[in-house]
């Protein structure tokens, strides 16, 4: 039986205000920030710890500021740098000076780039203690949820290669965050990990380097979130990555077309709340 709650359920949570879990448990949030072409997830834990993983381009940091501060959030327990991409790191530096972060986890490659520098010049400013991420690693942020590290860098191995992808687990409910990992790492991770999980985070904004059919096939997604912008210059997504999501039979949401996009979970069942409608979209050409 497929576990997803549809996002059209919203108009019964509005209409009738009782809890769709019935008993009240604690909830794990999981929010796809729209920051346009590049990545930023926030990870509300049951226990109120928060983890922010990548913050979009350089500009996009105002965004992501805006996005925590709406949330009344003060302080970020890890952030997560999944690689050195700009689209990626840029909008972390105002992050870091917004709110207080606790620890970083890095990949430990460098890139000779004025984001990168900006990035590594704040941590050592702040003196923010961060790690390097290792692959097979658990983190423990909250005891209530599973952390582990499927991907990270290795000698000779490109920015994209040398993504840290995660799943995160709470209770029955996973989230594999695939970053901008490239097919190659795809065929690994099948051989090494147990990947099916309800939620991917299709990899590299659902670029022709990743999302392979067999990999979708072992992950067994219900629910699929691409990360990009409408307009971007990559062709992000490909046709062939959209096929393969269809194939497997899992619901798209794109940041491009439903905006923010936050997925609650009780650890049984979850919940896809779209910030608006592919309806939102359209609008009618003067007479």
Known sequence: MRKLVHSFVMICILLFPISIYGEAKDEMRVHFINVGQGDSILIQTPQDKTILIDGGR???????????????????????????????????????????????????KIHFTKAFARYVNEIRKQGIPTSIAKESQN?????????????????????????????????????????????EQEEKLLKK????????????????????FKFLHAVKPQVAILTYSVKNDYGH????????????????YSTAVYGD???????????VLPDRSPLDNIREKPA
Do not use: C, W
């Open 193 to 212: 990990y147990q990947l099916e999980s309800e939620i991917i985070k299709v990899a590299h904004h659902g670029s022709d380097t990743s999302t392979s």
């Open 237 to 252: 997504p490909v046709e062939r990555v959209i096929e393969n999501l269809d194939r497997v039979d899992a619901d798209v």
């Open 139 to 183: 983190i423990i942020v909250d005891p209530e949820v599973k952390i582990k590290v499927l991907n990270a860098h290795r000698k000779n191995k490109n920015n994209n290669e040398s993504s840290i992808a995660l799943q995160v687990s709470y209770e029955d409910i996973d989230f594999l965050l695939m970053s901008d990992v490239e097919i």
């Open 58 to 108: 350089p500009e996009a940091g105002k965004k992501v500021v805006s996005y925590l501060e709406k949330l009344h959030i003060k302080k970020i327990d890890l952030l997560v740098a999944t690689h050195p991409d700009y689209d990626h790191i840029g909008g972390l530096v105002k992050v870091m000076r917004a709110v207080e972060v606790k620890q970083i986890l890095d990949t430990g």
């Open 261 to 271: 996009v936050v997925i609650t979970t009780d650890g049984e069942d979850f919940l």
